[in-house]
């Protein structure tokens, strides 16, 4: 520690240029001269990574078939093929949702374990596999009810979280190098104090705790209350904290009495939403400026792999692999991918900066430069620079002095290899081009590996799905293929009628949800149909409701999940409606006949949802515990449910023309319906029911 801090204070102190009079080759006038030394005193480097979570963001990726999914997973993953990350951070699930849908808990109530649900357990199993020495990092954004009674803050938390690490252990055979308490949820001092007492008592105590992992501008304000409290600065070991830039940037104060007590400052979630190849030059601006201009050793970007629905939201500008069409294998690789290779595949975990070489440079721009023993790797970004510069780089002792490997990137070709840079006399020039990246180094074996990609294809129609196929769904994570659950869990299990398998909606209540909350829903489809049918079978309990959802155009902002779309539902009792969920902010005139907008006028918000009734009616001596057909029908501007082949609801409107499919259940208060769904079928208007659709051979399982 002793090492770390005046390493750090080596850096903060000495952030100059130290120039080199007299050294071949001859510099140029206007050379920016840097030089370092591999006998210097080092900063440790601690990784650069991604999150998977903060929604369901691989729920797509699981359904992939192979080669495909292995190749998706190896471009991340795998050192010495693409992105070669250091680290994996994730969201630890919770049945709630957290940006882009949700992913089912191991502890749904305070009695239920289970440790083969969803596909976190599965990520962080083929992410290790490919790389034994990549750290592993996470915490929970969303968590069930019964967690603290609605209180996160509190014993049940610290237990949920033991569970989970208990399992990730003994099951999987993999552990956390460290935990954050909770993502972006604001601090609790007696909270993080318990977490340690309890992480220490259960057989953790070498799991380091990070904390607050908040983004706003006071984000690490409660370091100055660590200093006062020996008991909250032993419990938190390293001060977290989200998106180190201009408009909530790392204070001084903060980080002087961070650099007082010794304790390390990670990144624990930065945001890249850039789009092209300003995507891969912003990522290394972001690393290279969390060192260079705070000394901020580890750095995680969200997120990862984009396996989910393109309507979504942040489905395409953060992630390195765009992965939305399973049925097809098809997936394509952003240039933002690249930006992370030319840091993973240059340095290591363990290795150093060398505080000397890591500086801002004169023309824009910036560099840093990292060792292993004599090896060492120099990585550049120039955003911003209007014009060339050079820099006259002076390697002192310590550090080999044999020619450096260069890759570069730039707007026309990115990862690509260069000339070898030699030195002279200990020297190396290099031209810098304007917004271009560049990392050299004496360490070989680097590639941008490609993959033949199959062509891209719609999401099958017709489509249906009897959930028969899922013999062993625990094999699955209990989830079937294609569905993307925005919140709740809608997960395989027996018919309640002894034959087969089924689809439930198995979370009973509200959630500790990490945003707005509304109805639980899953979806399924292609955002581009227009006229088409929906169908599933419903099995209603006591208190049940259960429907269908047509023409989703979106799903909410990511803190948020209304939809907007169309739905129609149906209770226990047999009481019907057709619903329209828009959003309050959603202007848009309906269009429909006089009768229609005159009920219109006449209805106020509903909800939060914003949700019009657009039709209702009950059906007679209906009989919940039995299974009913309904019916979501649209042809042109008619919306049409059906109940058992029975057209019983009718309207018209042409706010939302086409859109995805999804399931819907009801709730009251904080109940959650937990319905049955089966027999799910999406067809055009008037065709025949279709086989089911079979699965293809190469969707391997997850689990044994």
Request: net charge negative; hydrophobic share 35%; charged share 25%.
């Amino acid at each position: 520690m002793k090492q770390f801090v005046n390493s750090i204070f080596s850096l903060v102190a000495i952030m100059v240029v130290t120039v080199f009079v007299g050294c071949a080759p001859k510099a140029d006038p206007n050379a920016q001269i840097i030089s370092f030394d591999g006998k210097a005193e080092g900063v440790l480097f601690e990784g650069i990574g991604l999150v998977n979570g903060g929604g369901a963001t691989s729920v797509l990726l699981k359904d992939y078939p192979e080669p495909q999914r292995s190749q998706i997973l190896d471009m991340v993953y795998k050192p010495f093929t693409g992105a070669s990350v250091s680290s994996l951070f994730v969201e630890i699930p919770g049945d709630g949702n957290s940006t882009q849908g949700s992913m089912p808990s191991h502890m749904h109530t305070r009695e239920d374990l289970n440790y083969s649900r969803g596909y976190t357990w599965w990520i962080m199993k083929e992410a290790a596999k490919r790389n034994p020495d990549l750290t592993l990092d996470g915490t929970a954004w969303s968590a069930p009810h019964w967690v603290g009674n609605g209180n996160f803050w509190s014993q049940d938390a610290a237990d949920y979280y033991v569970k989970w690490l208990e399992g990730l252990r003994d099951v999987y055979g993999l552990k956390f190098s460290a935990i954050g308490c909770r993502n972006e949820k604001g601090q609790d001092y007696r909270f993080v104090k318990l977490f340690r007492k309890t992480l220490d008592a259960n057989g953790f105590e070498d799991l380091e705790i990070h904390a607050f992992d908040n983004w706003y501008d006071s984000k690490l304000d409660f370091v100055f209350d660590m200093e006062k409290d020996p008991e909250l600065r032993d419990a938190i070991d390293i001060i977290g904290g989200h998106v180190f830039y201009e408009e909530a940037p790392l204070k001084p104060e903060p980080q002087a009495a961070a650099l007082r007590m010794g304790k390390r400052i990670w990144d624990t979630e930065d945001h890249v939403y850039k789009k092209g190849f300003d995507a891969l030059i912003s990522i290394v601006e972001c690393f290279n400026r969390n060192f260079v201009k705070y000394g901020i050793a580890k750095t995680i970007n969200w997120y990862d792999i984009a396996g989910i629905y393109p309507l979504e939201p942040y489905s395409e500008d953060p992630p390195t692999i765009l992965a939305y069409e399973p049925w097809s294998g098809h997936f394509k690789v952003r240039e933002a991918l690249w930006g992370y290779a030319h840091y993973g595949q240059f340095c290591k975990v363990g290795w150093e900066y060398l505080p000397d070489g890591c500086v801002d440079l004169s023309k824009g721009g910036n560099m840093v430069t990292l060792r292993s023993g004599r090896d060492y790797s120099v990585i550049i970004q120039t955003k911003g620079a209007k014009e060339p510069q050079q820099i006259y780089v002076k390697v002192g002792s310590g550090l080999k002095h044999k020619a450096l490997c260069l890759w570069k990137s730039n707007r026309e070709e990115q990862f690509v290899q260069c000339e070898d840079v030699k030195l002279q006399g200990g020297v190396f020039t290099l031209e810098l081009e304007p917004n271009t990246v560049y990392s050299l180094s004496t360490t070989r074996g680097q590639q941008k590996a490609t993959f033949d990609v199959p062509e891209s294809q719609p999401f099958p129609m017709p489509y249906r799905d009897n959930f028969d196929q899922y013999t062993k769904p625990e094999q699955r994570g209990y989830l079937p293929l294609y569905t993307a659950d925005i919140c709740g869990a809608f997960e395989v299990v027996p018919s309640p009628d002894g034959k087969g398998k089924a689809l439930q909606q198995v979370v009973a209540t509200r959630t500790n949800s990490w945003g707005p909350d509304w109805r639980h829903y899953t979806i399924i489809g292609d955002r581009a149909w227009g006229d088409y049918e929906v169908s599933a079978k419903v099995w209603l309990k006591q208190g049940d409701k259960a429907g269908l959802m047509g023409h989703i155009e979106n799903v909410g902002t990511g803190y948020g999940i209304v939809p907007k779309c169309y739905y129609m539902d149906i209770d226990d009792k047999g009481n019907c409606q057709l619903v329209i969920s828009r959003g309050k902010k959603d202007k848009r005139k309906l269009v429909g006949d006089a009768e229609q907008q005159a009920l219109i006028k006449k209805m106020n918000d509903m909800s939060v949802g914003g949700e019009l009734l657009l039709d209702e009616c009950k059906i007679k001596d209906f009989d919940p515990k039995q299974w009913h057909k309904l019916s979501l029908r649209f042809e042109g501007t008619n919306v049409i449910g059906l109940v058992d082949e029975k057209e019983v609801l009718r309207a018209q409107s042409a706010l939302y023309p086409r859109g995805m499919a999804g399931l819907i259940v009801g709730q009251e208060g904080m109940a959650i319906s937990t319905p049955y769904f089966d027999d799910l079928i999406i067809k055009t208007i008037g065709a025949s029911d279709p086989a089911p659709t079979p699965m293809n051979e190469k969707q391997e399982p997850l689990y044994p």
